[in-house]
């Protein structure tokens, strides 16, 4: 069926004969010039228009302020004077080095258990001596056979392919060449240190010196005492354990320590603590207030500062700006940001960004690295001539939850003590060079073992140098092997399969096992184990100084359940290289940790029917 023609349009469209008849119209300009420039002008036709528009949108509803025109404040500064590592003792903290050369420094291995390692560092200060004797011109006559003596006086024994002492130093073809090449050539430069260090004199033990030369040979060991001492940073032995007194904290895997610094603008101490640093960038937000107690013997604060300044507009890049017809820049574009309606976070920056962004200013002040700073009043002066009082926006009650502030130190615990104002700036560097990984041990987890394993990926050689952890286990088990005495051939099967109570896993394997914590029914801790070598039987002793911690001493290794996440955790060790801001360089080796890669497989089985292997000649 089709629809009648209407024959009166406009009749039909006049009287509302045919609803569904539609009618469009399109308005199109017509300019009638090439000139914009009176249209880019806006020129306003209707000014009554323009203050209506102005009375809906809120811009007559102003506050009783004005802009900031002078600031005057007072800033009192103190610089941390005293360190304590985490349970160590307290010691002054040096300025000519950063932050984190003195919070994460530990010791360099020279030995493991009773084999010695770093022969790289041995060879250098034996080299450095020998050098210090030929550049003496007064044992120059002598040099030669003065440098005879302590190559003969502390040397560097060739080991024995045959002696299981010596396994570490001959099972693996890089270190062997390299003893071989030393042993009886070169000194043993730190034994040699570790004399001087410990009260003795450089010619002990040389024969055929003149009284001048020993004092010449005294004075020698002190520049070479010195000179080892400035190369790497190593921190101080503890009296008490005769310990290194290190930050790192092996249970939690992570560094500990605390700073001392006096109050500024007040009396007494304040201690900063740092609970939970894995390593690398150290800022003021690893930092806490410790109320516990102070350290000791910080310096008081002296210093403060008093300016006058002239506040400055806050700038950033995608700012809305004040004129119209102004473009922002594309290249920060917070229109395109898309947030949830429970995405608060991010609610509270792109209202501040876009709505209160012209309300914040900003004042100079210099403030040197390495410093606790404290305002101790800001007076600010607007437009009007009215002067105001500014006081912290986060002063309050710390445990407060709806307190609010940035760059301040939080306090440790839950008590409820006025919150810390004070603005610190870490003596810390931007760029720090890390070497090469000289150990690296991943903590994963193993749901089908039900237990954790420490994998040493990366082990140190005697030599110093970094190799695959499953390379040298595989070294070390062949020639273990080879020294083995020779064992009689198994009997002939009986049965196609055999019963198998272990299977065995790659001696870099090393396990933790779950255990209860002392007097605890329910919390868990994980506790190093050992497996039983597949030569004699013995257990598997760690490469790493990581996973060896207390293990020549008889102690027990225990690590935190929760340190091991689903996703594992990764520790690494390396030397880390920086220049202070006098030039300086600092080396020192560090610890380092970071996340994991997810769950493991070891493949270790129990209770298990395999295989048996053929008879001699026959085909499995």
């Not at 130093?169 to 071989?180: I, K, T």
């Not at 380092?592 to 089985?605: D, K």
Request: proline fraction near 8%; aromatic fraction near 8%; charge should be negative.
């Amino acid at each position: 069926m089709t629809e009648p023609r209407i024959e009166q349009l406009r009749t039909a469209l006049d009287r509302r004969q045919a609803p569904t008849v539609g009618l469009w119209n399109r308005l199109e300009g017509r300019p009638r010039t090439t000139d914009f420039d009176r249209a880019l002008r806006a020129e306003v036709r209707d000014p009554l228009w323009m203050l209506t528009r102005q009375w809906q949108l809120g811009e007559f509803r102003g506050s009783d302020a004005g802009s900031p025109v002078t600031a005057t404040y007072s800033v009192a500064t103190a610089a941390p004077t005293r360190f304590r590592p985490g349970g160590g003792a307290v010691e002054d903290l040096p300025a000519d080095r950063p932050l984190e050369a003195v919070a994460e420094r530990r010791a360099v291995p020279f030995a493991l258990g009773g084999d010695r390692i770093s022969f790289d560092l041995r060879l250098a200060v034996g080299r450095r001596w020998l050098k210090l004797l030929g550049q003496n011109l007064l044992l120059n006559i002598l040099s030669l056979n003065v440098r005879q003596k302590y190559i003969a006086r502390y040397p560097i024994a060739l080991p024995d392919p045959d002696d299981p002492d010596d396994t570490a130093r001959v099972a693996h073809p890089e270190v062997w060449s390299s003893m071989q090449a030393v042993a009886g050539r070169r000194m043993d430069g730190y034994e040699f240190y570790l004399h001087l260090k410990g009260g003795g004199l450089a010619h002990e033990g040389i024969a055929g010196l003149l009284g001048l030369h020993r004092a010449e040979l005294v004075r020698l060991g002190r520049r070479l005492v010195a000179w080892f001492d400035a190369l790497i940073d190593q921190p101080a032995e503890n009296p008490a354990t005769h310990t290194a007194n290190a930050t790192w904290d092996p249970r939690r895997l992570e560094h500990r320590f605390s700073v001392a610094v006096g109050d500024p603008g007040g009396s007494g101490e304040k201690a900063l603590t740092v609970q939970e640093y894995p390593g690398g960038t150290l800022d003021w937000h690893a930092f806490s207030v410790d109320p516990g107690g102070p350290l000791g013997g910080a310096r008081e604060a002296t210093d403060a500062v008093h300016r006058t300044v002239f506040p400055a507009p806050v700038r950033f890049s995608g700012m809305p700006l004040p004129r119209w017809w102004a473009l922002e820049d594309g290249r920060t574009n917070f229109a395109a940001v898309r947030p949830d309606s429970t995405d608060l976070a991010r609610l509270v920056f792109l209202e501040f960004a876009l709505v209160y962004s012209n309300d914040w200013y900003q004042l100079p002040c210099d403030l040197p690295a390495g410093t606790l700073a404290r305002i101790q009043g800001l007076a600010v002066t607007d437009v009007f001539g009215q002067k105001l009082w500014i006081t912290p926006a986060g002063a309050g009650d710390d445990a407060d939850w709806q307190r609010w502030s940035m760059f301040t130190l939080d306090t440790v615990g839950d008590d409820h003590v006025p919150a810390d104002t004070s603005l610190l700036l870490p003596a810390s560097v931007p760029k720090i060079a890390e070497g090469p990984v000289l150990e690296e041990v991943a903590l994963i987890r193993d749901e089908s073992a039900n237990m954790v394993w420490g994998v040493e990926k990366t082990v140190r050689l005697a030599t110093g140098e970094a190799r695959r952890g499953s390379e040298v286990a595989a070294e070390v088990l062949a020639h273990r092997l080879r020294l083995r005495e020779p064992q009689p051939a198994p009997p002939e099967p009986a049965a196609p399969v055999a019963y198998q109570a272990m299977n065995s896993v790659p001696e870099n394997w090393i396990p933790f096992i779950p255990v209860h914590v002392p007097g605890q029914n329910r919390d868990v801790q994980l506790q190093r184990a050992a497996l039983p070598s597949v030569v004699d039987g013995t257990p598997v002793r760690p490469r790493t100084a990581l996973l060896r911690e207390g293990y020549d001493q008889g102690r027990q290794y225990f690590v935190n359940e929760e340190e091991v996440p689903q996703a594992g955790a990764r520790v690494t060790v390396s030397y880390n290289r920086t220049r202070w801001r006098d030039g300086r360089v600092s080396v020192w080796l560090s610890a380092r940790r970071g996340a994991g890669r997810g769950e493991g497989s070891s493949g270790l089985a129990f209770d298990f029917l395999a295989d048996a292997a053929p008879p001699p000649g026959e085909e499995a």
